[in-house]
């Protein structure tokens, strides 16, 4: 069953290559979504896939990322199916 992911990052996320390896990491997982920088500092990514893929590309995040991200909000919901692919939006 598809499942989509609603993520914020916190921490230093910004100008650090964040979304672009989000987007390479979603690639290779096959994960449909976008991922964009936030006006007050944070990142955030809506993912949908199968959960055991959104599993895999949240841990590669996280381990990417282990000295930037201070903080993750997530709220699992119903994949939409409305993504195509993964972007990163502005």
């Known amino acids: 069953m598809r499942k ?13 290559g964040f979304r672009f390896t989000s987007r390479a990491l979603a690639q290779r997982d096959k994960i ?5 920088n936030l006006s007050d500092g944070r990142v955030e990514i809506i993912a949908e896939s199968d959960k055991e ?7 590669g ?7 930037n991200i201070t ?4 709220q ?8 195509q692919d993964f972007q990163i939006a502005f």
């Open 32 to 36: 449909c979504g976008w991922v964009k």
């Open 76 to 83: 699992e919901n119903k994949a939409t199916g409305k993504y």
């Open 4 to 16: 989509q992911y609603h993520l914020f990052f916190s921490g230093t996320v910004q100008g650090v």
């Open 61 to 67: 995040l996280k381990e990417e990322f282990k000295h």
């Open 53 to 59: 893929k959104l599993d895999s590309f949240l841990s």
């Open 71 to 74: 903080d993750i909000e997530k």
